[in-house]
C-alpha cells in the first residue's frame, strides 16, 4: 500500500473524535438511560424531520458508498439495483409501518420480534426473529467496520497502526452507544447526513469538470468506451430478472432489519412517519450520483486497482488533502454512526427477545435496561472479532444478509392485515424460507434469480397452504394486538387516546 | 372512480421499476444528461413520492388517518 496523506489523516482523526465527543455530550441527561424505551427508542419523541436524519444516517452507510461505487466499477449498471430498492421500501412501508408504529407504542414494544411475541402469543417466534436479527445484523456491523478500516488504511498506512485505531473508535462508539443510547447517533447523524450530501454533490460536480471537462463529455466518453456499463445485461447470473428481484425483495426486506425498525420506532406519531415514507425517496438522489462515481473511477484510475477501494483511490488521486480529509470523514462517520444504531438494535433484540424471552422471564426493569445497554459491548466486540479474525467466514452471511431478513416479513407485515393467521404456519413459513435461501444459495442454483425471492416465495406458499390447519384455534381466539388490529374495541380505545 | 385512481397511484412506482424496467434498459436517447435508463430510474425517485402524496391525500379525504 501507498503511503498515505497526513493532512486527510488528521482531518479524517479530528472529525472522528468530535462526532464521538458529541454523542457523548447528547446523553449528558440521566434521563437517556433510564430505560429501554428511553435509551433504545428516545422514549419515541423524535418528529419528521429528526426520524428522517436517523432513517437515512442508519441506511446510507460506508458500505453504500464504497460498496455501490465498487460494483458499479466492476459490473456497471448493476449497481442501481440500489435505486428501485429504495424507492419502492419506502413506497411499500408506507403501508404498514403507520400500522405497527401504532400497536409497538400502545403496547410499548422495542422491537420487531416483541411485536411478533405479543401478536402470536408466541415466544418460540419472537426469539425465532431475534436470532435471525442479530446473526444477520452482526455482520453488516462488520461491513461498516471495513469501511472505516478501508479509509484509514489509504490515508493512514506510514502513519498510524490502522488496527489499533479501528479498534479504539470502535470501542469508543460502544460506549457512547451505552451511555447515550439512540441520542447519541441521532445528533451525530445531522452532522453525516449533512456531510454527506455536501461532499457526494461537490464531488459529482467536480469531478467531471477535473478529469473530463464537465458531465456531458464525460457520459460521452463512457458511451463511447464502455457503454457495457450503462446497461444491465439480459441474462447471465446477473441480468434483468436479478435485478428486478433483488430490487423487489430487498425493498421489502429493509424495514425489517432491526436497526431500521429502531429508527421507526422513535418517531412520535404515525403521522410523521407517513411523511418521511414520502421523502426518504429524494436520499436517493445521491446514490444515483455515487454509481456515477464508480464509472468515473473505471475511466480515470489505472488498470488492476481494487475495486474494493475504487472510490478511496478516486478521491486519494483527485484532490489529496483537504478534500481528501473531508470525504474520508464522510465516509469514517457513515461507518460509525450507522454502526451504533446496529448496535443498539441487535442489543435490544438479544436482551428482550433471547435473554428475557428464552432465559429468564422474570427480569424486568432496572436489570433489564442494564442489559440492554451492555450488549452493546458484546455486540460490537463480536464484530470486531470476526471483522478483524476471521473475515472470510463472514462473507456468506453478509451475501445472504437481505434474503434472511426478509422470510420475518409474513410474520411482521402480513400478520397486520391477516386476522386469521397462524403462529404455526408462520413459523414454519420461516424455517422454510431460510432453509430454501441457504440451500439456493449454497448449491448455486438460483438461476439467475435472486435468492431470497426463492426463499421468500417458498415461504409465503408454506403460510397459505399450511394455515387453514391450524386456522380453527386462532379464529376464536384472540389478545390485546389482535384486539388492537382487527377489534371493535380498539377503535374507542383510540378515540379516548386522543382525547385524552 | 377514487378507487381506481388509489390502485393505479399503488401500482405504478412497481410498474414502473420493475415491470417496464426491461424496456428502458437502453443507452438511448440521453436526457439531462442522463443515459435513458438512468434517467428512468432518475425520473422515479421524483415521481414515486408524487404517488405517496396522492395516495395520503386520498385516504385523508376519505377520512382513513387518524
Known amino acids: ?500 | 372512480m377514487k378507487k381506481i385512481l388509489m390502485i393505479l397511484l399503488i401500482a405504478l412506482p412497481f410498474l414502473a421499476q420493475l415491470v417496464v424496467l426491461p424496456f428502458a434498459n437502453r443507452i438511448d436517447p440521453i436526457i439531462f444528461g442522463l443515459p435513458f435508463l438512468q434517467f428512468w430510474l432518475f425520473l422515479w425517485i421524483v415521481l414515486t413520492p408524487f404517488c405517496t402524496f396522492g395516495i395520503y391525500q386520498l385516504q385523508k379525504s376519505q377520512g382513513g388517518l387518524d
Open chain 1, 1 to 500: 500500500m501507498q503511503q498515505g496523506n497526513l493532512t486527510a489523516l488528521s482531518i479524517t482523526m479530528f472529525v472522528i473524535l468530535t462526532v464521538v465527543l458529541i454523542g457523548f455530550l447528547a446523553g449528558r441527561d440521566k434521563a437517556t438511560r433510564s430505560s429501554v424505551e428511553e435509551w433504545s427508542v428516545g422514549g419515541r419523541r423524535f418528529g419528521g424531520l429528526l426520524v428522517w436524519f436517523l432513517v437515512g444516517a442508519d441506511l446510507y452507510t460506508a458500505y453504500t458508498f464504497l460498496g455501490l461505487t465498487s460494483t458499479a466499477y466492476t459490473a456497471g449498471s448493476l449497481a442501481f439495483f440500489a435505486i428501485p430498492y429504495s424507492v419502492l421500501a419506502y413506497f411499500i412501508s408506507y403501508f404498514f409501518l403507520p400500522k405497527l408504529w401504532k400497536v409497538a407504542n400502545q403496547h410499548k414494544l422495542t422491537t420487531l420480534a416483541d411485536y411478533a411475541r405479543e401478536r402470536f402469543d408466541s415466544k418460540l417466534l419472537s426469539s425465532l426473529i431475534a436470532i435471525v436479527g442479530v446473526l444477520m445484523l452482526i455482520p453488516y456491523i462488520c461491513l461498516q467496520l471495513s469501511g472505516i478500516q478501508d479509509t484509514l488504511q489509504v490515508a493512514g498506512t506510514g502513519f498510524i497502526n490502522v488496527k489499533v485505531v479501528v479498534i479504539t473508535s470502535f470501542l469508543l462508539v460502544a460506549l457512547y452507544t451505552f451511555f447515550s443510547g439512540i441520542k447519541g447517533p441521532t445528533y451525530t447523524a445531522i452532522i453525516k447526513d449533512v456531510l454527506v450530501w455536501a461532499i457526494m454533490l461537490f464531488m459529482v460536480v467536480s469531478l467531471p469538470i477535473m478529469h473530463f471537462g464537465g458531465w456531458d463529455p464525460m457520459v460521452d466518453k463512457i458511451v463511447t468506451e464502455a457503454p457495457q456499463l450503462l446497461t444491465i445485461p439480459n441474462e447471465g447470473p446477473k441480468g434483468i430478472p436479478w435485478f428486478i428481484t433483488a430490487s423487489f425483495v430487498s425493498a421489502l426486506a429493509l424495514f425489517m432489519w432491526a436497526h431500521a425498525a429502531t429508527g421507526v420506532f422513535t418517531a412520535k406519531s404515525a403521522d410523521a412517519i407517513r411523511k418521511n415514507a414520502l421523502f426518504l425517496p429524494l436520499y436517493n438522489i445521491v446514490l444515483i450520483l455515487v454509481v456515477f462515481l464508480g464509472f468515473i473511477a473505471f475511466l480515470v484510475l489505472p488498470d488492476g486497482t481494487d475495486p474494493r477501494f475504487a472510490l478511496l483511490a478516486l478521491i486519494q488521486t483527485s484532490y489529496g488533502g483537504i478534500g481528501q480529509g473531508l470525504a474520508y470523514s464522510t465516509i469514517a462517520l457513515a461507518s460509525l454512526i450507522p454502526c451504533s444504531i446496529m448496535a443498539i438494535g441487535a442489543s435490544n433484540l438479544f436482551a428482550n427477545n433471547i435473554y428475557r424471552d428464552l432465559i429468564n422471564p422474570k427480569v424486568k426493569g432496572a436489570k433489564l435496561t442494564m442489559i440492554t445497554r451492555g450488549m452493546v459491548f458484546v455486540v460490537i466486540g463480536l464484530a470486531l472479532l470476526f471483522g478483524l479474525v476471521f473475515p472470510q467466514a463472514l462473507v456468506s452471511l453478509q451475501l445472504l444478509g437481505v434474503s434472511g431478513m426478509v422470510q420475518i416479513f409474513p410474520a411482521i407485515v402480513i400478520s397486520l392485515f391477516w386476522r386469521n393467521q397462524t403462529r404455526e404456519a408462520t413459523i414454519i413459513g420461516l424455517l422454510v424460507g431460510l432453509t430454501v435461501t441457504f440451500t439456493v444459495y449454497s448449491t448455486g442454483t438460483s438461476l439467475g434469480i435472486y435468492e431470497g425471492f426463492w426463499g421468500l416465495m417458498a415461504n409465503f406458499a408454506s403460510v397459505v397452504v399450511l394455515n387453514p390447519l391450524f386456522v380453527k384455534k386462532a379464529k376464536f381466539s384472540t389478545n390485546a394486538v389482535k384486539d388492537y388490529l382487527f377489534g371493535e374495541k380498539s377503535n374507542k380505545v383510540d378515540l379516548v387516546r386522543k382525547g385524552a
